[in-house]
């Protein structure tokens, strides 16, 4: 398979390493100083283009992706408010597009755990459930895509919670995210319900990156053989 990797960061070069070693060919390497190359024959020759940029780039690269009728699988969040659109495309313009707040298997298991969790929550009553969540410095979103799927699923499927609101609450049906910035850390996400007598704290920490490539280069894979608007429960059907 041809890949265009847009974003030549770290999580770039970790896709790079996982995408060669399962096969794969790196036509086109595209980052903030070669937008230009999204017009070169190189990058129009590629059967999938995986995007890891930044929320305000992310959405001018899916255009110039759909230009040349290229699927993209993209990890990049921070910028939902442009979805619908690009949901429109995939319908009415025959595109293909593959959007995921986290590419990990691990963290997908985690979402579905947690969902599970939450429909268990509403048979006790005295919890009162909160999040937390870590990255690295050079996150620039907060909270997460990661938190904020974690956030809607757990909203949707337990009763105590009707929204979620970063760093303070106004209200007890709204849920507390707490976002933390340090060092390098790739990604820990904490869901807790506490009540007087105890606590049940459900936790996954990503230990490097390569969790997510791989995660992206899979999804890639099932990209290239399918159409639409795709994500993680069309790759593994965990529910």
């Not at 870590?134 to 990661?146: E, F, N, R, W």
């Amino acid at each position: 398979m041809k890949i265009a990797l847009i974003g030549y960061g770290k999580m770039g070069k970790e896709i790079e390493k996982i995408a060669i070693d399962r096969g794969h060919e790196i036509v086109s390497r595209i980052d903030i100083n070669t937008t230009d190359s999204f017009d070169s024959k190189s990058f129009q020759s590629a059967d999938v283009a995986i995007e890891f940029t930044i929320p305000s780039a992310s959405y001018n690269n899916y255009l110039n992706c759909f230009k040349y009728n290229i699927p993209v699988v993209s990890g990049t969040t921070g910028w939902l408010d442009k979805i619908d659109d690009i949901k429109n495309k995939c319908t009415n313009e025959n595109q293909t597009f593959f959007w995921a707040s986290n590419f990990s298997i691990g963290v997908n298991i985690f979402f579905a755990l947690n969902k599970k969790l939450a429909q268990l929550m509403n048979k006790a009553d005295g919890y009162n459930a909160s999040m937390e969540e870590v990255h690295h410095t050079q996150k620039l979103d907060a909270p997460s895509g990661t938190a904020i799927t974690l956030a809607e699923d757990l909203i949707q499927n337990y009763k105590g919670k009707l929204s979620w609101k970063l760093d303070h609450i106004d209200s007890n049906d709204q849920l507390l995210i707490k976002a933390i910035r340090r060092g390098e850390v790739p990604g820990i996400h904490t869901i807790k319900y506490e009540s007087d007598i105890d606590e049940i704290i459900i936790h996954h920490s990503a230990k490097s990156r390569k969790g997510f490539a791989l995660g992206a280069v899979l999804a890639a894979e099932f990209t290239k053989n399918n159409k639409g608007f795709l994500g993680m429960n069309d790759l593994l059907n965990f529910y």
